[in-house]
């Protein structure tokens, strides 16, 4: 079907002159989106600006020379349903990770560190009772983490269904206290009012505040969206390695969109929609040629800034802002720790915490919002190949080389406006500096060196972000993330626009966020009528 508008004058591209839906963007949701609308019968093009598809879900060699297959952005699987991966019969599994966390810290003078260990609860309390000097902060972790695999249970399954109003939600949650402390007021006082350690209140805080810049008192609650997203995934909150690295998990989607009939076409930059909300117009560039195309619809898995531009409208609210430093590292062998308690083969496995107690999350979170770099940055660390050696080619796994991801907080975008190579580098700095203060020997002495004998460290500021992935402010959630239930009655998948065949399909949906596929599942039932 044609657009009803007067058509343009660029030429169709090969192919089909009109889709039943246009995907505007090739990421994991696009992908999911495209997969369940062709296993439905639609016809379906998804356009993709880079040269290859998924997003920011992908798996590269980042250093020359070297075979190791590194989850370049996203880099851990919470939030995707079974669901999905069973119904688009997806070859694709997950890790589960036996260590949660190691925290190093220094008490009374002497390096030590709180490792949870996920399958073995007396080993943690164990650590916290050394750590504390008491059984009550363990107690308190028990019971907080508790009641958000309560809530998690209820809430997950939901994220699939129909959206629901807030009502609604409440009452499938069905704990006041975890309403009020989750969705009502300012985790902090949650975590103040059960926490003594100021190392587990830090502990607790930091899924609080990935890529988000914010602190433990938002009145926004921008902090409670953010942690609650970080808990709730598969109903039990847990963190898994993609097997294969994140790539894995595009791939075997972009073949299950195509064996159902979807067209995917890549280094096709979509530079305008237009819709009459009957049938709309989407025009792109390929190489020096532009085209258009028809569709019936479109599903937008870009920003929703980005399709506020490509409808030439203006956008709805400010930009957003990203707020992470991500650090890609290949190493000859894991640095040795001054905590000589535990073995870096576990401290690494799980998520590494540096710099994140309580109070330097906030003096890091001041600095940054005074517009300078935190003299000690918060960051997240973990090694992908202690998990699963299959991301390493045979010759670096015999010798032990191993992956480190390193993921920098309250690091937002404003203080990277100058560009510039040296404000990366500071920055790096920043995150590496509280890192080495709890080693044995300096991290670069452990680093890899690619075929040219650089080191084997890539870093990616918020703005290379949105150079790269087309991320407004190098927001990694595509805007401010929102609780998972509805106020417009209308939007019954929390995908809808103002525009009735233009949906959101992408993080920037209602339910959005993470690597998930849930706002492209969730568009295509809106798109299907389901």
């Known amino acids: 079907m044609q657009p009803e508008f007067a058509p343009g004058t660029a030429p169709s591209p090969p192919g089909r002159s009109s889709y039943d839906a246009v995907i505007v963007g090739g990421g994991h949701n696009g992908l999911v989106a495209a997969a369940y609308l062709a296993r439905a019968g639609r016809s379906v093009l998804v356009l993709e600006r880079l040269g290859r598809t998924g997003g920011a879900a992908v798996s590269t060699r980042a250093f020359s020379g070297m075979e190791a297959q590194l989850s370049q952005y996203s880099y851990l699987v919470s939030l995707l349903p079974r669901k999905i991966i069973a119904e688009l019969g997806l070859s694709f599994a997950v890790q589960r990770r036996r260590i949660s966390s190691y925290t190093p810290t220094v008490r009374g003078g002497r390096s030590t560190g709180l490792l949870v260990d996920g399958s073995d609860q007396a080993r943690t309390a164990a650590g916290f009772r050394e750590l504390t000097g008491s059984e009550k902060e363990f107690d308190s972790w028990s019971e907080f983490y508790g009641m958000t695999r309560r809530v998690a249970e209820r809430v997950f399954p939901s994220l699939t269904e129909p959206l629901p109003s807030r009502a609604e939600l409440q009452r499938r949650v069905a704990d006041p206290e975890a309403w009020e402390e989750l969705f009502e007021r300012p985790i902090g006082e949650a975590l103040e009012r059960r926490f003594a350690d100021d190392l587990v209140r830090g502990l607790v805080l930091t899924d609080a505040l990935i890529g988000t810049f914010t602190h433990a008192h938002d009145p926004s609650l921008r902090q409670n969206r953010c942690f609650l997203y970080h808990v709730i995934g598969g109903g039990t909150g847990d963190w898994d390695v993609p097997i294969g690295g994140m790539g894995a998990l595009t791939e075997a989607l972009a073949d299950a969109a195509r064996a159902a009939g979807a067209q995917l076409r890549t280094g096709c930059e ?6 009459d909300g009957t049938t709309a117009e989407v025009t792109y560039r390929a190489g020096d040629t532009e085209h258009r195309v028809g569709a019936r619809q479109v599903l937008c898995n870009a920003a929703p800034q980005t399709l506020a531009r490509l409808l030439g409208e203006r956008p709805a609210a400010p930009g957003p802002e990203g707020s992470q430093l991500k650090v890609n590292m290949l ?8 905590d000589s308690s535990v073995d870096p083969r576990e401290a690494f496995a799980g998520t590494f915490h540096i710099a994140e107690s309580y109070r330097e999350l906030e003096a890091a979170y001041r600095d940054a919002a005074a517009g300078r770099l935190p003299a000690a940055a918060p960051s997240e660390i973990y090694c992908h190949s202690l998990t699963d050696p299959s991301i390493l080619g045979h010759d670096l796994a015999a010798q032990g080389y191993q992956t480190l991801t390193l993921f920098g907080l309250h690091l937002p975008a404003r203080l990277f406006a100058d560009g510039g190579a040296a404000i990366r580098d500071a ?36 703005l290379d972000l949105e150079h ?6 190098g927001n990694i959630f595509h805007r401010e993330l929102a609780f998972p239930y509805g106020h417009d009655v209308g939007d019954r998948w929390g995908v809808a626009t103002a525009h009735a065949n233009v949906l959101l399909c992408g993080a920037g949906a209602v339910r959005g966020g993470g690597v998930s596929g849930i706002p492209g599942h969730n568009a295509a039932m809106a798109a299907l009528g389901r």
């Open 270 to 275: 979509v530079t305008a929609v237009a819709t």
């Open 331 to 338: 190493l000859r062998r894991l640095p040795r720790l001054r």
């Open 427 to 462: 920055a790096l700095e920043a995150v590496l500096e509280p890192l080495n203060a709890f080693l044995d020997e300096p991290l670069a002495d452990c680093l890899a060196t690619d075929d040219h004998g650089r080191p084997c460290i890539e870093v990616k500021s918020p």
């Open 468 to 473: 790269e992935l087309g991320l407004p402010g």
